[in-house]
């Protein structure tokens, strides 16, 4: 069985710091692209970071880029994102996602209907 599960959210101070992880069962993700998106309140679902396990080619939307890192641990089959400098507008609901070889293009990656797996989330909450 497919599965996903995300952990490591909880509430944090505005310029704090978490580290999501993503551990993977039933498929190995070297073979994968894994995404990290967040739902926010009254916002769309937004794809944040992705990281090819193949190859270690790695994405972030402006939102996030210089703040997020992610990276993987394949022994583990397990994908992380290292969140630095939390801000109000970071809170949300985060996710992670998998499917195998997509275009590696940033507007297919960060399309949330691309990816064949999910985790059920992990609630991230930045206070000011």
């Known amino acids: 069985e497919v599965q996903l599960v995300e952990s490591g959210g909880g509430l944090v101070q505005g310029g704090g710091s978490l580290r999501l992880s993503c551990a993977a069962s039933?498929?190995?993700?070297?073979?994968?692209?894994i995404g990290w998106f967040r739902r926010a309140p009254g916002k769309k679902r937004e794809g944040i970071s992705c990281i090819k396990l193949s190859n270690g080619n790695t994405y972030y939307a402006d939102s996030v880029k210089g703040r997020f890192t992610i990276s993987s641990d394949n022994a583990k089959n397990t994908v992380y994102l290292q969140m630095n400098s939390l801000k109000p507008d970071d809170t949300a609901v985060y996710y992670c996602?998998?499917?195998?070889?997509?275009?590696?293009?940033?507007?297919?990656?960060?399309?949330?209907?691309?990816?064949?797996?999910w985790g059920q989330g992990t609630l991230v909450t930045v206070s000011s």
């Open positions: 039933g498929f190995a993700i070297d073979d994968y692209v």
């Open positions: 996602a998998a499917v195998n070889n997509p275009a590696w293009r940033s507007e297919v990656i960060t399309e949330s209907s691309v990816y064949d797996y």
